[in-house]
Each structure stands twice: as structure tokens, then as C-alpha cells.
């Protein structure tokens, strides 16, 4: 798997692919968070992250599908996945290394919002008047997040060798279980059905996340969900032996 | 046997694209698989190297049943059809990458990496991304690929399609000098080339052996004493 991994994240760096992801997820991180006028922090008056955890998920519905778009599209396009795939490598070691390479992408684009942090707490009036396990649980669930969309990407990448495909499905399915059970529970009247719709979705998780609280329920949610997507992937991959 | 392919029948659907195939291939032959184009050549070099799951019938590599133990992998090397590669890789970066997925590691694979890169001649170009490189570098690429690891079974899928007449001497000539010591089953369908280089050939057409036998045989077995005769004689199609 190792091998797999190094291989993505050095095609990653060789490739403009990486530099354009963190550019693209910082700048317009950035612009929301201190300089747009309706989401600016500083024009809001709360010393809070709130504009980068809830504008930051749909940014990446698009960053992510872009990055594991190319994950096994190009591999079936080129026939490299012949290549790899007749070399002692498991399905396992191939799907694997790819993922854990755009998660590591994903987490190096969040790393530097860090800052913000720490902006904000100079910022709070007196210093340090920020909720700290508030933000420490959001980015939690922010890097789950991004890891349920990238096993979501490379699951959309397994299924087609053509890369807009990919992106489009990807950025669907990412949209859809980020918000879209949300949407879906509200046209539920009943409580009790309505609720369990809900838990369906990520943004359930992420709310509860964001308290401050790492629920081990939450953080479960976001790994089966993870395991659900690489799974298939892995059964997508096994499908030419049908 | 280094290669013992039995009984070997892959169906698409409901099309056999094999049917019913066995041959072997014994310890430092080099041996010529042919068969016009569809004849079920690349399905069964797939099954060969574990790429695809026979319907039936098994293929056994050095001993061991290549659909069961992937440990097999190890000791086959396998250029498919149209040489696959990473082209945004560089030719050092790409054979290294692929030494590390055989396990090596170090020095080890420091050396195994500089004797392939002069072995298939690729001193010069090896520092150079693979898009760079002209066809008949990129096969060599590909043959480099195939023979890092050392393995006993080299298995080729077309290693001169596509190549220029000075480009496929010089690949013949270096699948010959890497033959010494191995086993060789590649696929053509250059009469010459099998003549240049391997003792026998297995002739298959619309996925049924039709002739496993010794090119001298083969040739004596033709009309106008030649191998293309043979060629053709034996997979004539009946025009559908």
C-alpha cells in the first residue's frame, strides 16, 4: 500500500494538481472568511470560525472530486491499471494508497486555516475569548468530512475511465450526503422518520461535531461511511473477474 | 513445466473468447504465440498473469495455480498489450516505484534498478519523463519494467507492434539476450520474429489451439514452405 501512497502523493506534487488545490481552497477560504463583506469575521462581530465550518464543506464538494477524479479514471484510460494490478499488489493495497494520498492532500490544505485560529483568539475581546473545543471539533469533523468525500471521489473515479464523469458523480454524491438528507428529512412531516433521515447525512454529524463534543457515535458515523465507499470501490475494482 | 496451461476456456458473455486451450512451455524456452488479431492471444496471457480469472481450466506458473497464490506474480514479468505507462513518471522514478511494489528495498534496489536501466539501454534516457520518449524507448521502458525483478517467466504481449523496422530489431535483439536464461512466451504475429527468435510456436485462431509444434515442423507441415504459409493456412476464416 506504502508504495501506492508515495506514488500518488509524488504524482501529486509533480503535477500541478496539489499547488492549484491548496491555492484554490485557501484563496477562497480566505476571501469568505476575512474579506467578503456578508461572511467576514471581522465584519460580524463574533470572535467564531463559523463562516470557515460552514462555507468550508462546499468548497470542498468540488476540491475533492477534482483531486480524486483522476485516481483510477486515468489508470483505466492509460491500462495502467493492468500494470498494477498484475504486480503483487491487493485491490486492498491499490485503493488504499490512492485514498490515504488525497486525504493527506485534503489535510494539508486545512492545516494552514490555523492560522485563523489563532487570529481570532488575539482577536476575542479580552484575549482568548474563543470557544476552543468548539473549533478543535470542528476541524475534527471537517477532516472527517473531507475523508468521507475523498473515499465518495474515488468510488465515483472507480466506476467510469472518463475524468468529467468522475467529477460530476462525485460532486453529487458529496452535495447530496453533505446536505442533501437535511433537505430530504424537511419534506418528512413525522419526527421520528424525519430524524433518522437526518443521521443519514454527514452535516447531522458535523453539527454535533462542532459543539465541541467528539461523540465516538459521530466519529463512527464518519468512518463507516468512509468503509461503506471503499468497499465498494473494491468491488467495482473485483468486477472484471465477473 | 515453467508454463502449464490446461483445459483453459474464458467466456465474455456468452462468447468463448478461449476455448478449451492447453499447452506448456517448458523451463528456458522461448516460445511464439500466435494468432490473427481476436484470436484470444491477450485474453489468455491476461489469465497467464493473473490479470483475469479463467472460466475454466487452470494455468500454472513455476508450480503454482496463478489464479489462486498471488505470491506467483513474483516470478512472472509482464508487458501487456499497447506497453501501459505512467507517462508523468520519470524512466528512474517509474522503475524505482516499481522495484519497491516487488518488495525491494536500499541498495538492493538502488542495483537492480541501475543494471535494468543498462541492460535495456536506457542509460541515457533515464533521467527523462516517460511522454518524452519516443515509441521504441518507451518499450524498453516496458521491457524494463517486466524485468527488474529477475523472474523466471517473462511473458510479452506484442513487445514489437507499432515499432519502426530499426526499433523492432533492436528490441528483438535485446528479448533475445534477456532469453538466455529465462522463459519467453510472447505474442506476434511477425512471421519473421518467431523465426528470429524461439524454437516453437502455439498457433491459436478464434480462441482453439490449432498447432503447438516446432517452427522446423511447422514449416515443413506448409505448401510454400514458409511459416506465413502455415500462418495462413491454419487460421483461414470462412468469410461470414
Known sequence: MIQVFSKEVGGFLNSLIAYIVIGVFLTAIGLLTWIFKDTSILDNGFANLDTLFTLGPYVLVFLIPAITMKSFAEERKLGTMELLQTKPLTDWDILLGKFFASVILVLCALLPTLVYYYTIYQLGDPVGNVDSSGIAGSYVGLFLLGMVFCSIGILASSITNNQIIAFLVAAFLCFLFYSGFESFSALVLEGGQGLFIRQLGILYHYESLSRGLIDSRDVIYFISVCFVFLLSTKTVLGSRSW | ?240
Open chain 2, 1 to 240: 513445466m515453467s508454463i502449464t496451461v490446461r483445459n483453459l476456456t474464458k467466456i465474455y458473455g456468452t462468447k468463448p473468447a478461449v476455448n478449451n486451450i492447453s499447452f506448456s512451455v517448458g523451463p528456458g524456452e522461448v516460445v511464439g504465440f500466435l494468432g490473427p488479431n481476436g484470436a484470444g492471444k491477450s485474453t489468455t496471457m491476461k489469465i497467464m498473469t493473473g490479470y483475469l480469472p479463467p472460466t475454466e481450466g487452470s494455468v500454472m506458473v513455476c508450480d503454482q495455480e496463478v489464479s489462486r497464490q498471488r505470491s506467483v506474480r513474483k516470478t512472472i514479468g509482464y508487458l501487456p498489450e499497447h506497453n501501459p505507462l505512467y507517462l508523468d513518471m520519470y524512466v528512474h522514478e517509474f522503475l524505482t516505484f516499481v522495484g519497491k511494489v516487488y518488495g525491494m528495498r536500499g541498495a538492493d534496489l538502488k542495483r537492480k534498478v541501475a543494471e535494468t536501466v543498462e541492460r535495456c539501454g536506457l542509460t541515457i534516457e533515464q533521467n527523462k519523463k516517460i511522454e518524452m520518449l519516443s515509441k521504441g524507448y518507451r518499450q524498453r521502458v516496458g521491457l524494463a519494467q517486466a524485468l527488474l525483478h529477475d523472474p523466471q517467466v517473462l511473458i510479452l504481449d506484442e513487445p514489437t507492434t507499432g515499432l519502426d523496422p530499426n526499433q523492432i530489431v533492436e528490441i528483438r535483439q535485446l528479448i533475445k539476450s534477456i532469453s538466455a536464461n529465462k522463459t519467453v512466451l510472447f505474442s506476434t504475429h511477425i512471421m519473421q520474429e518467431v523465426q528470429a527468435l524461439c524454437h516453437r510456436a502455439v498457433i491459436i485462431n478464434q480462441g482453439e489451439l490449432v498447432a503447438d509444434d516446432t517452427i522446423d515442423n511447422l514449416i515443413a507441415r506448409s505448401s510454400e514452405n514458409s511459416l506465413e504459409s502455415v500462418f495462413r493456412d491454419l487460421t483461414k476464416n470462412p468469410v461470414a
